[in-house]
C-alpha cells in the first residue's frame, strides 16, 4: 500500500519562481503541491484549509514577510515543517530563520533535487541545511545563544512582569499551551530554569526597560 503523498505549499511573491518551483515538484509522485500563495498573510490565512505538511517559504514578501508568517504558522500547526527557500545566504538571516522554527534552509540556486532532498530530510524529523547554509555559518556561530523571536520577547516581558501563563494567553489572544511552549522554548534558549530566573535576565538585558514595572 502507497503512503500519502507530502503536501506541499509554496509561498513566494515571484510568480514565475512559484512556477518554476511547482513545476519541480509536481514531476515527484509523491509531492502534491496545494497551493502557491503570494504573500505571509496569505499562508497564514489559508494554511488551515489547505493542510501542508511542508512550506516552501519566500524570506521577503509585501506585507508580512517569510519569518513573522513562520512563526504565525506554528504557533497554529506546530507539526507543519517550513523550510525556507531563498537567496539570502548571510548567517543573520540563517540563524534567526532557525530561531523562528524554520525546519530548514535552502538557497535558490541548489540543485533541483536538493529541494525535494530537503523536503524528504525535514519529513523524518532532522534539519535541512543546504551546502551553501552551511558553509555561512560559522562553527562560532552555531554555538551562540539561540536569539529569542519576536514573540518569544513579548511573552518573556509579559511573564517579568509576574503574570501567569493565563493572563499572558488572554492579554495576547493565543492559547495557554501556546504560552507553555513559548515559556519552555525560551528557558530553553537562554538556558534559564526558572520565572526568577527569566526575570532577572529581562532586568539586565533592558527587556522591562520603560514599562514602568519595578521589581
Known amino acids: 500500500m502507497s503512503s500519502a503523498p507530502i503536501r506541499v505549499l509554496i509561498v ?5 519562481v512559484a512556477e518554476g518551483i511547482q513545476s519541480i515538484m509536481e514531476s515527484y509522485d509523491d509531492v502534491e503541491v496545494v497551493g502557491t500563495l503570494g504573500t505571509g498573510q496569505e499562508a497564514v490565512d ?9 512550506i516552501l517559504m519566500d524570506l521577503n514578501m509585501p506585507g508580512l514577510g517569510g519569518l513573522s ?6 504557533e497554529r500547526r506546530p507539526q507543519t515543517r517550513i523550510l525556507i527557500l531563498t537567496m539570502h545566504d548571510s548567517p543573520e538571516y540563517i540563524s534567526t530563520a532557525l530561531s523562528h ?11 533541483t533535487d536538493e529541494i525535494k532532498q530537503a523536503i524528504d530530510v525535514v519529513m523524518n524529523g532532522e534539519r535541512y541545511l543546504c551546502t551553501g547554509a552551511r558553509g555561512s555559518l560559522s ?5 551562540m545563544r539561540e536569539a529569542l ?9 509579559q511573564l517579568a512582569q509576574g503574570k501567569s501563563n493565563k493572563e499572558v494567553a488572554l492579554a495576547l489572544d493565543i492559547s495557554v499551551r501556546t504560552v507553555e511552549t513559548h515559556r519552555k ?3 530553553r534558549k ?3 530554569s526558572s520565572t526568577a530566573g527569566l526575570t532577572r535576565y529581562a532586568l539586565e538585558h533592558g527587556v522591562l526597560q520603560g514599562t514602568g514595572v519595578g521589581f
Not at 513566494?12 to 514565475?16: G, K, L, N, Q, V
Not at 508568517?69 to 506554528?74: G, N, R, V
Open 12 to 16: 513566494d511573491d515571484h510568480p514565475m
Open 46 to 54: 489559508q494554511v488551515d484549509r489547505l493542510g501542508p505538511d511542508v
Open 69 to 74: 508568517a513562520t512563526e504565525m504558522i506554528l
Open 101 to 111: 522554527g524554520a525546519r530548514g534552509y535552502v538557497l535558490k540556486d541548489v540543485p
Open 139 to 143: 562553527p562560532k556561530g552555531e554555538n
Open 149 to 157: 523571536t519576536g514573540r518569544e520577547q513579548t511573552i518573556l516581558l
Open 185 to 187: 522554548n525560551i528557558k
Open 190 to 192: 537562554l538556558g534559564i
